[in-house]
Nanobody, 119 residues
Framework: QVQLVESGGGLVQPGGSLRLSCAAS????????MGWFRQGPGKERELVAD?????????QYADSVKGRFTISRDNAKNTVYLQMNSLKPEDTAVYYC???????????WGTGTQVTVSS
């Protein structure tokens, strides 16, 4: 089992920045990828960004956040971060951290953190 705890959400004005954190604990040996999904009001859940936690550190981003968001990781702390800059009202959503076990083909989820971008 893997437990994920998100933090860092909140209310920010358009153009502002926030940094989300996701701390993982438990049986991390089978985890290959960690990242973030989001679900806005009336929208489906979508992938925002993810990263492999192996040495290559391959990352991918949704087109809507490229150039504004950066995902990073600290393997020593089992923590993944999402730095969000130039935030827009359409970034308003609940952001969920996930961890994917490639060994068991299983996803673990955090409970989500609300990000609201509004003036």
């Amino acid at each position: 089992q893997v437990q994920l705890v998100e933090s860092g959400g909140g209310l920010v004005q358009p153009g502002g920045s926030l940094r989300l954190s996701c701390a993982a604990s438990g049986s991390m040996y089978s985890i290959y990828t960690m990242g973030w999904f989001r679900q806005g009001p009336g929208k489906e859940r979508e992938l925002v960004a993810d990263t492999s936690i192996t040495r290559d550190g391959v990352t991918q981003y949704a087109d809507s956040v490229k150039g504004r968001f950066t995902i990073s990781r600290d393997n020593a702390k089992n923590t993944v971060y999402l730095q969000m800059n130039s935030l827009k009202p359409e970034d308003t959503a609940v952001y969920y951290c996930f961890a994917h076990s490639s060994l068991y083909n299983l996803d673990y989820w955090g409970t989500g953190t609300q990000v609201t971008v509004s003036s």
